[in-house]
């Protein structure tokens, strides 16, 4: 006969045998995991250094003042795009343009004064050429009266003046080639281009020029116009800053990795990113370029003063710039501060952290046309009061004082 014991032991048998098969079933699962991460770590894992704290940063050009003055007009405003060379902000330019108007004038006049002086060399030229001829005539007329002397028909009075009239056309031949001497000192070896008044005055018509150019301040980049302050009307003094210009096509990634993340990472390292703004559908590729010189606690406003004593250590981390694909950039554009998740391929560690980056050169040229307009300036002044002979050099020679006879 059975016992009510016997299905009661049945169920708890079954149950046994069901949990079993689940903590098999877990166990199985937990060792593929820990197989599947195993193989992930080994062939990939281990290679790749990744972070979140990281940041899109580009170049911020600050467009400021050179000269004081009223702003008269803002010609581009937030958000808005602006190419190379267009003109941002305008300063009222009556006071340079006067100053300019009157260091033209000084040039002319300076011209025209060095202009006198190289004609002022060919009217003492003809002054020694005449005082050459009076001082052979009366030698000629001192030689004769000395030979007809010993005939006994010429006095020794009329021999005296014919002395003195040679000593005095030696003497006015002397003063006429120092009047000349004294000329071409400040003309000898130069044009009237090259003359040092001409020279400096010209220097300054440069200087009230460039002064004046700069009132129209223009954008020295391509790029998006950004935290404008300026107002029309307002009084601005050089360094004060009008509005900045974001050049969105020279960006870079800082990715602030800690500092025990970086014993692998190496300049040339490929990288993959993405961007909080586009999802992780849309990964950037680049590379590392370099390493900051600090972490960015030791370049804070306020630095940690760990020497004190009184402090608790932080694992510090170390901004390493990561360069962007222009192509990428261009078909999914990135604003200066987005975040970005980076993951850099450490695999092949064999560069260095330093000393390996690209020095990287920013210019611009559009200030140069201001130099290059003062000088053909310069040169329509020096060439509408020079004359047709501006450029023929002086004659640096003087004439030769002839010895008169005694």
């Given at each position: 006969?059975?016992?009510p ?27 593929i ?9 080994y ?72 202009r ?16 050459q ?9 001192l ?80 790029g ?94 170390l ?14 554009p990135?604003?200066?501060?987005l975040s ?20 990287t ?7 140069a ?14 060439a ?10 002086s ?12």
């Amino acid at each position: 006969m059975s016992t009510p014991q016997q299905p009661a032991n049945a169920n708890a048998n079954a149950n046994n045998g069901k949990r079993k098969r689940m903590m098999t079933l877990l166990i199985l699962v937990i060792a593929i995991a820990a197989i599947a991460y195993g193989l992930y770590y080994y062939f990939v894992a281990r290679f790749t250094e990744s972070t979140d704290d990281a940041y899109v940063n580009g170049n911020v050009v600050q467009i400021t003042p050179q000269v004081t003055g009223t702003v008269i007009a803002v010609n581009a405003d937030d958000t808005q795009v602006v190419k190379v060379g267009q003109p941002l902000v305008e300063l009222d330019p009556a006071d340079s343009r006067i100053a300019l108007q009157q260091a033209e004038a000084n040039l002319a006049q300076t011209v025209r004064q060095v202009r006198g002086l190289f004609a002022d060399d060919s009217q003492y030229e003809a002054q020694v050429t005449l005082r050459q001829s009076d001082l052979s005539r009366a030698q000629d007329d001192l030689r004769r009266r000395l030979i007809v002397a010993q005939t006994g028909a010429v006095s020794q009075e009329e021999i005296s003046h014919a002395r003195d009239a040679v000593r005095a056309a030696a003497a006015s031949l002397a003063a006429a080639q120092q009047q000349l001497a004294a000329n071409r000192a400040l003309t000898a070896n130069t044009t009237i281009a090259t003359q040092p008044n001409v020279l400096a005055a010209a220097t300054r018509v440069r200087d009230a020029y460039l002064t004046n150019a700069r009132n129209v301040l223009p954008a020295p980049v391509d790029g998006y116009v950004a935290k404008r302050s300026v107002q029309v009307g307002q009084r601005v003094s050089p360094g004060t800053p009008l509005m900045s210009v974001v050049p969105l096509n020279e960006i870079w990634v800082d990715a602030n990795f800690k500092e025990v993340q970086l014993d692998h990472v190496r300049i040339g390292q490929p990288v993959e990113m993405t961007a909080d703004v586009y999802g992780s559908s849309v990964v950037y590729h680049g590379k590392v370029v370099g390493f900051s010189a600090g972490t960015g606690s030791a370049f804070s406003l306020l630095p940690a003063q760990n020497a004190t004593g009184n402090w608790i250590k932080v694992v510090q981390r170390l901004p390493v710039r990561v360069s962007l694909d222009p192509a990428e950039l261009q078909k999914h554009p990135l604003r200066i501060g987005l975040s970005m998740q980076v993951d850099v391929d450490i695999k092949n560690d064999s560069g260095n952290q330093l000393g390996d980056a690209l020095n990287t050169v920013y210019q611009t040229n559009v200030f140069a046309k201001y130099g290059d307009e003062a000088d053909a300036e310069i040169a329509r002044i020096i060439a509408a009061n020079a004359g047709p002979n501006a450029n023929a050099p002086s004659d640096p020679h003087a004439a030769k004082p002839a010895s008169p006879l005694m």
